[in-house]
């Protein structure tokens, strides 16, 4: 059975294991202070939340991070999942879709009109999760470094 809760400061190791996998998954790199100030931000609970799964023996299996703004479409806010990553020894396991569910339950209590989140085109995992839990929206995704 996969539980669900916010982090603690005790936390910081399994996260951290986690949240580096979910940056090399994504071939990419944080600097340390980065993660540091993500992992606090995160413990604050004030603009940036977050969640790990732990399977029944309570080894962290995963995580996921959001956020809350407001919309020019909406007088209410909408809600950013940023971040989800399951280990892969886990996945399948509805891991994935129960931190989904955990943070459209809390943008329900929180007032958010909608949940929406960005992946790569070629993960092809989470998208089959995700086109079974949600509607993919056709937007394509641009940016500009500043």
């Not at 809350?68 to 950013?80: D, K, L, N, Q, R």
Request: hydrophobic residues 40%; glycine residues 6%.
């Amino acid at each position: 059975m996969t539980t669900i809760s916010r982090p603690t400061p005790a936390d910081r190791a399994e996260w951290d294991a986690l949240w580096q996998a979910y940056i090399a998954f994504y071939e990419s790199e944080v600097p340390a202070h980065v993660s540091d100030a993500t992992f606090a931000r995160i413990l604050e609970d004030e603009q940036l939340h977050g969640a790990m799964a732990r399977d029944a023996s309570g080894r962290a299996i995963g995580i996921v991070h959001w956020l809350t703004h407001p919309a020019t479409w909406s007088t209410g806010v909408y809600c950013y999942l940023e971040d989800l990553f399951v280990d892969p020894e886990s996945r399948g396991s509805g891991t994935g879709r129960a931190l989904i569910e955990h943070v459209r339950a809390w943008a329900a209590e929180h007032g958010a009109e909608k949940v929406y989140w960005l992946t790569q085109g070629h993960n092809a995992t989470a998208r089959a999760l995700y086109d079974r839990v949600a509607v993919s929206t056709g937007f394509v995704h641009y940016e500009i470094e500043v």
